[in-house]
């Protein structure tokens, strides 16, 4: 079964600081990996994704994320955190099939940069 | 704004109750996904829906329902309602059927309180 730890449930980090936040995968087969970003009372917004290729996925607002096969995460950084930046981060992996595709997420991680 | 339409924003019900949640993806979209988003839970997959069929199912009780309607819009139907379903409900949207791996749309959300 897929599943998908954030080992950290709160990031706090100065602003102009880089950030990272943390995502582990388990899956049986190639993964696909997201990331989305939810503000107050908003639905989830798609940051990035990795499907294959380059291991560096630069996605929305200035985030990026590696991809590490051998250590099965996918973290995500950026290199100067913004105070908007303050949100709850969900880590997702699919492993679609030929029926539909079937998200997991994390449990999110609140991130909060301080001015 | 992600496109995605939710209706209602709030419900509140009482147990032992049934109620009906909708959804309309954004223009293109074939694929409406549904979660639920509690505080104890986390967000949790409950169903995919792709051009009218279920494609992929997860963590979805017995006591809900959905369906995706010909002009694509879907209603996720929950019955015989209990304290514990109180949570916020999402609808997402993709262009695919999942198998090519589209990122998804989300919705706004219903909150459903039931007392």
């Known amino acids: 079964a897929q599943s998908v730890a954030q080992p950290e449930d709160q990031v706090n980090v100065a602003e102009g600081n880089p950030l990272t936040v943390k995502c582990t995968y388990s899956v049986s087969g190639n993964p696909y990996l997201f990331w989305y970003v939810q503000y107050p009372n908003r639905g989830l917004q798609f940051l990035l994704k990795?499907?294959?290729?380059?291991?560096l996925v630069k996605g929305s607002y200035g985030f990026e994320a590696e991809f590490n096969k051998s250590q099965t995460s996918f973290h995500l950084k950026k290199p100067s955190a913004l105070v908007s930046d303050s949100a709850l981060y969900f880590c997702?992996?699919?492993?679609?099939?030929?029926?539909?595709?079937?998200?997991?997420f994390g449990p999110g991680t609140r991130l909060s940069v301080l001015p | 704004d992600s496109g995605v339409t939710q209706t209602p924003k709030h419900l509140i019900t009482a147990t032992g109750q049934r109620v009906t949640l909708r959804c309309s993806p954004r223009s293109g979209d074939l694929s409406v996904y549904w979660y639920q988003q509690s505080l104890d839970q986390g967000l949790q997959f409950l169903i995919q829906?792709?051009?009218?069929?279920?494609?992929a199912k997860g963590n979805i009780l017995e006591r809900f329902s959905a369906q995706q309607f010909p002009d694509l819009h879907s209603e996720l139907n929950l019955s015989s309602l209990e304290l514990g379903d109180s949570a916020l409900y999402f609808c997402?949207?993709?262009?695919?059927?999942?198998?090519?791996?589209?990122?998804?749309?989300f919705g706004p959300g219903t909150r459903l309180t039931v007392l």
């Open positions: 997702a992996v699919s492993v679609p099939d030929n029926y539909g595709q079937n998200f997991v």
């Open positions: 829906y792709y051009n009218g069929e279920e494609r």
């Open positions: 990795y499907i294959t290729g380059d291991n």
């Open positions: 997402a949207s993709s262009v695919g059927s999942g198998v090519g791996v589209n990122e998804q749309f």
